[in-house]
């Protein structure tokens, strides 16, 4: 199957929404009880963590933890909004500078001005979304970025994009100073973000069972085994524990003097369509196949060239003494597993 499909289905009685890029499964999205990123609350300030440099907040799904102390005190209200998942046993993670994002706009009430994504290039593009800019933005005091989807859009639907994000931005920061702690948006679900973020052309299919026809149901199974297969006979294995993500790489039956540097590149590759199929984030360790040193900046520029178009935020931290790479993720989805 060539091109791209975005399939919207259920899984578990949840909404879910999956990318395939010809016939290959490359993102996935399933909604959970939890609170969905991107959700906003009104908090109330709970008790502050000096050493933390923060503060827990009281939210109606449990306690929040926000890194800020200034100008906060026990009892006062405050927006935040939902940044990730939070580990088990532990708070909410929050910050207090809201992004109201759509498919073409971000508005950014605490971030003035007005900017266009630098992924757009062609000048008269960019003035022309200026323009749209301006003429919706003239008496609003709040930040705005448009983003890379614009290029090629309807003027229309940008206008309108911006309008809708607006109107939501301002009915929130209307509510910041009501009276206890309450949800003030739920945060948008796989079949929405799917619309938001996954822009390129694509069939879409919404009929009901499309995970089943369309092999998604097959992919899911797969990711149930740590072991990630790599081409040549390759693998490696993708173990989360609780304190990091262990990925650990193997040549197979492949004896050659090239072979570990082989694997390792390939696994640099796919490791980001990995971690965002099972959800992993957090500290992740790689232990690769041995290598000389010297090959170790081709393997950096092929890992770092792999993250660069990931939707995930993810540091490249570097090397340790015993020869292992490390990584530090963005936990914006649940584990897999857990979700199943």
Same mark, same amino acid.
């Given at each position: 199957?060539?091109?791209?499909?975005?399939?919207?289905?259920?899984?578990?009685?949840?909404?879910?929404?999956?990318?395939?890029?010809?016939?290959?499964?490359?993102?996935?999205?399933?909604?959970?009880?939890?609170?969905?990123?991107?959700?906003?609350?009104?908090?109330?300030?709970?008790?502050?963590?000096?050493?933390?440099?923060?503060?827990?907040?009281?939210?109606?799904?449990?306690?929040? !933890?926000?890194?800020?102390?200034?100008?906060?005190?026990?009892?006062?209200?405050?927006?935040?909004?939902?940044?990730?998942?939070?580990?088990?046993?532990?708070?909410?993670?929050?910050?207090?500078?809201?992004?109201?994002?759509?498919?073409?706009?971000?508005?950014?009430?605490?971030?003035?001005g007005l900017n266009i994504s630098r992924a757009i290039k062609d000048e008269a593009i960019r003035d022309s979304l200026l323009e749209i800019a301006h003429a919706e933005m003239v008496d609003s005091d709040m930040g705005l970025i448009l983003r890379s989807s614009c290029e090629g859009a309807d003027a229309a639907e940008i206008a309108e994009d911006i309008r809708a994000m607006l109107d939501l931005a301002a009915a929130v920061l209307a509510d910041a100073t009501g009276e206890g702690a309450e949800k003030l948006t739920e945060g948008d679900g796989p079949h929405v973000l799917a619309w938001r973020d996954w822009t390129a052309p694509a069939e879409v299919v919404t009929a009901e069972g499309?995970?089943?026809?369309?092999?998604?149901? +097959?992919?899911?199974?797969?990711?149930?085994?740590?072991?990630?297969?790599?081409?040549?006979?390759?693998?490696? !294995?993708?173990?989360?524990?609780?304190?990091?993500?262990?990925? +650990?790489?193997? $040549?197979?039956?492949?004896?050659?003097? %090239?072979?570990?540097?082989?694997?390792?590149? %390939?696994?640099?590759? +796919?490791?980001?369509?990995?971690?965002?199929?099972?959800?992993?984030?957090?500290?992740?360790?790689? +232990?690769?196949?041995?290598?000389?040193?010297?090959?170790?900046?081709?393997?950096?520029?092929?890992?770092?060239?792999?993250?660069?178009?990931?939707?995930?935020?993810? $540091?490249?931290?570097?090397? $340790?003494?015993?020869?292992? !790479?490390?990584?530090?993720?963005?936990?914006?989805?649940?584990?897999?597993?857990?979700?199943?």
């Open positions: 199957m060539k091109g791209r499909t975005i399939a919207l289905d259920h899984v578990n009685g949840f909404e879910a929404a999956a990318l395939l890029v010809d016939g290959r499964l490359n993102d996935l999205l399933i909604d959970s009880e939890h609170p969905r990123p991107g959700a906003i609350y009104r908090a109330i300030a709970d008790r502050p963590v000096k050493g933390q440099g923060g503060m827990f907040l009281r939210t109606p799904d449990g306690s929040a !933890f926000l890194r800020q102390i200034k100008g906060l005190a026990p009892g006062q209200p405050i927006l935040v909004q939902v940044t990730g998942y939070a580990e088990p046993g532990k708070a909410l993670p929050v910050t207090s500078k809201l992004l109201f994002k759509s498919r073409y706009a971000i508005i950014t009430p605490s971030a003035p499309c995970f089943a026809e369309h092999g998604v149901l +097959d992919h899911i199974e797969a990711l149930r085994d740590p072991q990630a297969p790599l081409p040549g006979g390759a693998s490696y !294995f993708i173990e989360p524990t609780r304190a990091l993500v262990a990925v +650990d790489v193997n $040549t197979g039956g492949d004896a050659s003097l %090239a072979a570990g540097l082989k694997a390792n590149l %390939a696994t640099a590759r +796919d490791l980001p369509r990995q971690l965002r199929l099972r959800g992993l984030g957090g500290q992740i360790t790689l +232990d690769l196949a041995p290598m000389p040193k010297k090959d170790r900046r081709q393997f950096e520029t092929s890992l770092r060239a792999a993250f660069r178009h990931d939707s995930v935020e993810t $540091t490249l931290v570097g090397w $340790t003494p015993l020869g292992h !790479f490390e990584l530090q993720r963005k936990r914006d989805r649940l584990p897999l597993s857990e979700v199943l």
